[in-house]
């Protein structure tokens, strides 16, 4: 873990960054108070950063669940009893990852989680605009296309345009400038400018542009365009941020409703996150799925009892670090550590960082997961991939995450059953000679009653006075309702002229009496 910190010191401080508005935005979106996005952040950071299996994930408070929150809060009668459900939604984790349902990551197809990842470069760019011109009025982390602000993705980008705010566009695109530079040019220039990261010096920049235009009249960034970290005035104060569960609410039925919908949703999201990160990490390591679930259980149990928004691990700050040259999970952990560090000691100065400028690091962190090249490549690859890949696109954008890859899993899923539909069977003409068709007809591996409509449809096709020879030597599965097609066309064979000669490793039967009894003999025998 210790070996690769001139990595991971950077990447983390990056990850630092751009969590940093994302964990506030996120807590105002969702309805709750701002510190407890921070709270999420730090201990998805060192908790489950620790505890976790991945070496490149990073974890914190998710922009998919900021609607679930919203509504819960006013449905379970205020905060506090919510954490109760955060709580239990964090020990409900624990039963899934104990119950290996960690598998289910899986049986995404590749196409949609490369899917996802564009969509969500896309909606990072597209939600990043209106903040990189000094239009606030959407928090960070509200990923949604209908925000909470009653706009939508793209109105919010036009009704930027009437509020554009000098100061805050230019420091954005010097920032931006800063950022180009450094990862097109002085990246690779020697070990100073890899281990002082461009983020690092643009949010500087940002920095000292607010102190010394903050008395223009033209330039100055007005205090609803910075950074808003709350800030405690003692020690009292600090400790009167957190929140904890009202335990008295634990027999109420919505508070489980609400604990499952969270473990349910925030499971998902982490394991659609780490096929997704495990995708983009260049040294291809594995994340263990069941103990990613154990580690995000526990996060979620700690930051529920401590008055924190619930937990996933997160695309954007996962790639992020991916894209800094995070090599192991001490960038994450560092990530968290410089949260807490942050909050505690330098809140004034965090509260000088123009949204702008974090706007301008969240474009090329979009930029970088939505090249325009990946949409090239996925449509050499096929219509079978860049279907699925283009609708979880769509998806993504125009709903959110979750319906995105729903979509894309489900035109993936009829994908699928076309090429069953086609692949069930395979034909081949022998011989037309002395009047008599000769066709064998080898059946697949394994058939299903997908493929009922392409077998039934090559029978009826059969002319009359054909020789046909089925061969089910390579079947190892087939289904009783294509096991009962055979046996009614049976019936149409001797009508048509038509003798079967079966094939299998049982040996070989002419025109089978009963197709029921033969495969039923087959399969104990099996």
């Given at each position: 873990m210790f070996k690769h910190l001139k990595s991971d010191i950077p990447a983390s401080i990056v990850v630092f960054f751009v969590a940093l508005p994302l964990c506030l935005g996120i807590a105002l979106a969702s309805g709750a108070p701002l510190f407890s996005g921070v709270i999420a952040g730090i201990i998805g950071g060192i908790v489950v950063g620790a505890l976790s299996g991945s070496k490149i994930g990073v974890s914190g408070p998710a922009a998919g669940l900021a609607a679930i929150v919203l509504t819960s809060i006013g449905a379970l009668g205020g905060y506090e009893n919510f954490l109760v459900a955060v709580v239990l939604g964090g020990v409900i984790q624990l039963l899934f990852g104990v119950l290996r349902a960690?598998?289910?990551?899986?049986?995404?197809?590749?196409?949609?989680?490369?899917?996802?990842?564009?969509?969500?470069?896309?909606?990072?760019i597209l939600k990043q605009i209106p903040h990189f011109f000094g239009y606030d009025a959407d928090p960070e982390g509200d990923f949604a296309f209908f925000q909470i602000d009653g706009e939508n993705t793209f109105s919010e980008i036009i009704n930027s345009v009437n509020f554009i705010s000098l100061g805050a566009t230019l420091i954005a695109i010097l920032g931006l400038g800063i950022l180009l530079l450094w990862d097109k040019v002085l990246g690779n220039k020697g070990k100073i400018f890899q281990l002082i990261q461009g983020p690092l010096v643009a949010v500087a920049a940002g920095i000292i542009f607010y102190i010394i235009t903050k008395d223009s009249e033209t330039l100055a960034i007005s205090q609803d365009h910075l950074v808003s970290v709350p800030i405690p005035e003692d020690l009292s104060s600090f400790l009167g941020q957190f929140s904890f569960p009202n335990f008295s609410a634990i027999l109420d039925s919505n508070v489980w409703v609400t604990a499952f919908t969270i473990a349910l949703v925030a499971s998902l999201e982490t394991l659609l996150c780490v096929e997704a990160t495990d995708k983009l990490d260049p040294e291809k390591n594995v994340t263990p799925t069941n103990r990613e679930l154990l580690a995000q259980g526990t996060g979620n149990i700690i930051s529920g009892m401590i008055g924190g928004l619930p937990i996933t691990q997160v695309i954007v700050r996962s790639s992020a670090n991916?894209?800094?040259?995070?090599?192991t999970k001490m960038a994450a952990i560092i990530h968290g550590f410089l949260l807490l560090i942050s909050?505690?000691?330098?809140?004034?100065?965090?509260?000088?960082?123009?949204?702008?400028?974090?706007?301008?690091?969240?474009?090329?962190?979009?930029?970088?997961?939505?090249?325009?090249?990946?949409?090239?490549?996925?449509?050499?690859?096929?219509?079978?991939q860049f279907v699925p890949f283009c609708v979880t696109v769509v998806g993504i954008v125009f709903t959110d995450l979750l319906v995105g890859i729903g979509l894309g899993l489900l035109v993936g899923i009829v994908v699928i059953l076309i090429k069953s539909y086609q692949n069930s069977h395979f034909l081949h003409i022998e011989d037309k000679s002395n009047g008599k068709h000769r066709i064998v007809m080898t059946l697949a591996e394994e058939v299903t009653f997908f493929n009922k409509g392409a077998i039934l449809k090559e029978l009826d096709r059969l002319p009359e006075d054909t020789y046909l020879t089925l061969d089910v030597r390579k079947t190892r599965y087939l289904d009783n309702d294509i096991i009962e097609i055979l046996e009614d066309f049976s019936d149409k064979a001797k009508n048509r002229h038509i003798d079967i000669k079966l094939i299998s490793e049982l040996g070989v039967v002419e025109n089978p009496d009963s197709y029921i009894q033969f495969f039923s003999l087959r399969s104990k025998s099996s």
């Open positions: 960690g598998i289910i990551g899986y049986y995404f197809p590749s196409s949609v989680i490369k899917g996802m990842l564009t969509g969500i470069g896309i909606i990072i991916i894209q800094s040259g995070g090599k909050v505690i000691l330098i809140p004034r100065l965090l509260n000088m960082i123009p949204l702008s400028v974090l706007a301008s690091i969240l474009l090329l962190v979009g930029y970088k997961l939505a090249k325009p090249s990946l949409f090239m490549k996925m449509y050499k690859m096929g219509w079978k």
